[in-house]
């Protein structure tokens, strides 16, 4: 389904850009400079997201934002500004904002906030070009050329080796996978987003006997309640208003090969029972059918969280659990895989480099320095993106520099180290930025100080509203994501007022 997107500029000509960039990444938008406009379109048309810019004429920006909220109260809105203004960044977000962008946006950025946006609001994922090799669902699936699920080919597409890290919990779950492998048992995969589950998923069916079958991923966590039946044992045509067509599940698709549940945990009780029937029996049904058809999958799940935990919390099946649980590895994060971190750059940055066609160098010492020190919260995919990036930036024959790693990864630990020891969130308005969003010289050391810790408060406060969202506001869960004690996040929050 095409997601519609609202612009909203004082500058028409910056409209336009925004506008053609999101439609060419696949959005419909529409576009205005005026505020009352704005509104009206609001009020016309079933808008999927909000971009707005904070600084439209005559208007109050907070004001705005609960005009618009009081109008569509569950739409998602971004909003933008031309300066580092904390206090604004602040009441916008406690209002009811997103996301809060410093101009010039950065384009994979914003695709990124649009796509969190989007799946925070209506649950479904959607793909930007950094998650492009991620299979959302079946729908999306079938779109794709039936035989790119296998390892070697996803290796292939994927255009960079599978890291084997070297630190002794990477080896350790090597262990468990080559154990495991050629066993057909049931297996969870628990770790954080971006940890590289789906990667291991695959590894397991690659070393299988089932690696001339089928490798079929499906995001649990984008199926909507009504769908998942559906998506998963198929349906007859007239099942529901809607099926068109008579249409195979996940199951029967996946035939002789491996099924890879990612986001277990988003299914219903409902399909959860389903399910644990299509396991124990191993036949599945297609909705609106009577008969049963066998099936011969191998089943590996994945979570971000830990399932069972959702089984005491009653979230999640005791029964399916114990069913699914006859082999469960845990995908470390990146933090605490820091031996590993140096062959994942040295991998991506060769990749990058033949990419773009260039001769690039390992990052300097000081580049280096902050990779390791910085707590990658979205793990292997945030690296791969900060390399993507860097690489990007980084001029021919030469080695990736500080100057060249994203403002997050540079200013988060910075920043973390200097608000435990600073109290002044004034605001300030001097710093310029490259094209794509990197800080360039300020007139003085004194403004570009200013600028740069104000650049660092919205940096965190995105950081800190962001994760408190995905953790439905449990503080200790999010002080642990942010890997701060607790105490130092409500020492932040109450600095900010929130
Ligand atoms: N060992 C590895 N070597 C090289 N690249 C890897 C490795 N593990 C993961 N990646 C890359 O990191 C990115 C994230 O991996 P993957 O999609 O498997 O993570 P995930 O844990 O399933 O994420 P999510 O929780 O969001 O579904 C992908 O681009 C993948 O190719």
């Known amino acids: 389904m095409l997601r519609k997107i609202l612009i909203l500029d004082k500058d028409l000509a910056m409209c336009q850009k925004f506008s053609n960039f999101l439609r060419n990444s696949g959005f419909v938008t529409a576009s205005t400079s005026c505020n009352k406009e704005a509104l009206q379109l609001i009020k016309a048309s079933d808008f999927d997201l909000i971009l707005c810019d904070s600084e439209l004429k005559n208007t109050y920006p907070v004001a705005f934002l609960l005009k618009i909220k009081s109008i569509r109260p569950g739409i998602p809105i971004i909003s933008m500004s031309d300066s580092e203004n904390i206090q604004t960044a602040v009441e916008l977000m406690k209002s009811g904002a997103f996301y809060f962008m410093l101009k010039p946006i950065n384009p994979e950025r914003l695709l990124d ?44 597409k994927q255009g960079y080796p599978y890291i084997t890290g070297v630190s002794a919990i990477s080896k350790k779950l090597y262990k468990s996978i080559d154990l495991v492998s050629p066993t057909d048992y049931t297996v969870i995969i628990h770790g954080e987003t971006g940890t590289g589950k789906e990667s291991v998923a695959r590894m397991i069916h690659e070393k299988s006997h089932r690696n001339s079958g089928p490798f079929l991923a499906v995001d649990c966590g984008s199926l909507s309640k009504e769908l998942a039946a559906s998506e998963l044992f198929g349906h007859e045509k007239g099942a529901f208003t809607g099926a068109l067509q008579t249409r195979e599940g996940a199951f029967m698709l996946a035939q002789g090969g491996t099924l890879f549940l990612d986001e277990i945990g988003n299914l219903s009780y409902d399909v959860q029972l389903l399910l644990l029937r299509a396991i124990q029996e191993r036949v599945v049904r297609k909705v609106g059918s009577s008969a049963e058809k066998p099936v011969n999958v191998r089943l590996i799940v994945a979570s971000n969280e830990d399932l069972y935990e959702s089984v005491a919390k009653r979230k999640f099946r005791e029964d399916l659990y114990h069913r699914l649980n006859e082999f469960s590895l845990t995908v470390p994060p990146l933090r605490e895989r820091k031996e590993d971190l140096c062959l994942f750059i040295e991998a991506f940055v060769a990749h990058a ?41 980084t001029p021919n024959g030469k080695a990736i520099s500080e100057q060249y790693l994203p403002m997050e990864v540079k200013l988060t630990q ?64 999010a002080a642990e994501i942010l890997n701060i004690d607790r105490k130092t996040l409500y020492n932040k929050l109450k600095r900010i007022n929130i």
């Open 353 to 393: 480099s033949k990419r773009l066609n260039k001769d690039l160098k390992m990052p300097t010492p000081a580049a280096l320095e902050i990779l390791e020190t910085y707590h990658w919260p979205g793990n292997i995919r945030e690296l791969l993106n900060t390399i993507k990036k860097a690489c990007l930036f």
């Open 113 to 156: 906030i649009v796509a969190s946006a989007l799946k925070e609001a209506t649950g479904i994922q959607t793909a930007t070009p950094d998650q492009n090799e991620k299979i959302l669902s079946k729908p999306d699936k079938e779109k794709r050329e039936s035989n790119e699920q296998t390892m070697s080919e996803g290796v292939m």
């Open 414 to 477: 910075e920043f973390l180290v200097r608000m435990d020891t600073d109290d002044d969130l004034s605001i300030g308005q001097n710093t310029s930025f490259s094209p794509l969003g990197i800080p360039t010289k300020a007139s003085g050391a004194a403004q570009s100080e200013k600028s740069l810790k104000d650049i660092a408060a919205i940096a965190e406060l995105n950081k800190i509203m962001l994760t408190l969202r995905s953790v439905k506001f449990n503080k200790s869960k």
